[in-house]
T-cell receptor, first 115, second 112 residues
Framework: NAGVTQTPKFRILKIGQSMTLQCTQDMNHNYMYWYRQDPGMGLKLIYYSVGAGITDKGEVPNGYNVSRSTTEDFPLRLELAAPSQTSVYFC??????????????FGDGTRLSIL | ELKVEQNPLFLSMQEGKNYTIYCNYSTTSDRLYWYRQDPGKSLESLFVLLSNGAVKQEGRLMASLDTKARLSTLHITAAVHDLSATYFCAVDEETSGSRLTFGEGTQLTVNP
């Protein structure tokens, strides 16, 4: 059972470049999330989705975009990379949302450096 | 805006000792989660607390929730080195549906 899979695991980008962080889950979870974790800090929510075709902003959405065309996939797009986006990015999923008693399951993270 | 505060942020303790990590939050919620993160790794779910007075225990860790005080505790009993990690609490704000707000984390080091 793979759970939540993120690719790539590491990436270095130049300022102004674009990239897409991939996230896929095989648990048929309807809720999916993207977080960023800066060094020594907790996680901050970037975007989330309650189902295919539905996305919404979290606490720190600026500079990012998402789409959710299928239940399994929730890619995160950085359009114009900036040094402030250097961080570790975690994707997570949960069944029917946290209110249904299920914790969020996290992927292994993507470590992104913008130079 | 929901705020979640953990203390202490750093905790160094000896094996065999007991200690408590505190998680305070600023708004009404009866959904609180504890996660563990090892260095360079992902987050692992430890406990899900879903009502006032909820208490969960797993091995040397016990978590509780007091929704009236807006406080959760994670108690460590007879610490062992394997418990060294960063522990996060996360609160599901009632009006947000299923969005979690995380505390900054408590970095626990258990020394022999």
């Amino acid at each position: 059972n793979a759970g939540v899979t993120q690719t790539p695991k590491f990436r270095i980008l130049k300022i102004g470049q674009s990239m897409t962080l991939q996230c896929t889950q095989d648990m048929n979870h309807n809720y999916m999330y993207w977080y960023r974790q800066d060094p020594g800090m907790g996680l901050k929510l970037i975007y989330y989705s309650v189902g295919a075709g539905i996305t919404d902003k979290g606490e720190v959405p600026n500079g990012y975009n998402v789409s959710r065309s299928t239940t399994e996939d929730f890619p995160l797009r950085l359009e114009l990379a900036a040094p402030s986006q250097t961080s570790v990015y975690f994707c997570a999923s949960s069944a029917q949302g946290g209110r249904w008693n299920q914790p969020q399951h996290f992927g292994d993270g993507t470590r992104l450096s913008i130079l | 805006e929901l705020k979640v505060e953990q203390n202490p942020l750093f905790l160094s303790m000896q094996e065999g000792k007991n200690y408590t990590i505190y998680c305070n939050y600023s708004t009404t919620s009866d959904r609180l989660y504890w996660y563990r993160q090892d260095p360079g790794k992902s987050l692992e779910s430890l406990f899900v607390l879903l009502s006032n007075g909820a208490v969960k225990q797993e091995g040397r860790l016990m978590a509780s929730l007091d929704t009236k005080a807006r406080l959760s505790t994670l108690h460590i009993t007879a610490a062992v080195h394997d418990l060294s990690a960063t522990y996060f609490c996360a609160v599901d704000e009632e009006t947000s549906g299923s969005r979690l707000t995380f505390g900054e984390g408590t970095q626990l080091t258990v020394n022999p």
